[in-house]
């Protein structure tokens, strides 16, 4: 039996999988290297899954999930018993470019996905949505329970409706899902169109760094290996079809769980951090706010803390220098 893990290639996609092989458990990864960013990176993060200690546990299968067909046929053989659907077109400023993307991988992709899981009763189904759908809310920190009606981005909007599709499909099918609304995630392997990365590289390059809204910015900054152990433990404990009230409101076999840091931090923090990993000054280029982006997300975590005893431990002060140690290493820098 095996777990299937979508977007293996990518950033979370990545240490799930790692976390899972390490385990004992073989895991399918699923995922088609699309070139939103350089794909040197994705296929860098699959060998070193490889080899690892437990590497002979992963096999990959270059497969595009919005391809109903070519997903079938990847998988038709395979027995199942997890299913972390992570794979998607990520990346709120980008929507606004490439809308249809966005429709393709992620309302297409996560409805094959969910077919898959149909096929395959009463296998868990774990999937990622985004603290984006919390949109232009005030009130903070965003709780499960908050309206979540109003985006400010498509790939807002693609989210949201992933988590809906995933209700009817509790509801009609009775698949146990579990959909995860992650806040601003970061650690080594992470994405080069990300704050993190793009300012190390700009500051090891004497390079301005972009600064949106004045630096008027707040982020739920949360470590890699916490946000991993809130899937494992999600995949592991599926919700009960018992007709009980879910975290998120469901009474099918579907809950929505903010998984973050709950330790809000404001931009400039993060860059000062940052200054001091790099032993570097950073040139600040401040900038109005973006389209669709949000000035603050902060995640109340009580639900999943709750359920699935989770509770980050990595503060940014621990967090960030992983990074940077990281990228120096994987850059030559």
Known sequence: MSIVVTGAAGFIGSHVARRLIDSGRDVIGIDNFEPYYDVAL?????????????????????????????????LETDAIDGIVHLAAQAGVRYSILEPRKYVRANLVGHLNMLEVARARPGVPFVYASSSSVYGGNTAQPFRVEDRVDSPLSLYAATKRADELMSETYAHLYRIPQTGLRFFTVYGPWGRPDMAMWLFTDAILSERPITVFNGGRMVRDFTYIDDIVSGVVAALDR????????????????????NIGNNRPEALE?????????????AIRDYQPIQPGDV?????????????????????ITVGVPRFVDWYRDYTGR
């Open 269 to 281: 923090t993060l860059i000062a951090t940052l200054e001091e990993a790099l032993g570097r000054k």
């Open 42 to 74: 994705k296929h860098a993060r699959i060998a070193s899954i490889k080899a690892s200690e437990h590497g002979r546990r992963f096999t990959l299968r270059d497969v595009d999930i919005a391809d109903d067909v070519a997903l079938d046929a990847a």
């Open 238 to 257: 599926p919700p009960l079809d018992d007709g009980e009230e879910k975290a998120g409101g469901s009474r099918s076999p579907h809950r929505l769980y």
């Open 295 to 315: 000035p603050s997300t902060s995640a109340d975590i009580s639900a999943i803390s709750r359920d699935l005893g989770f509770s980050p431990t990595t503060p």
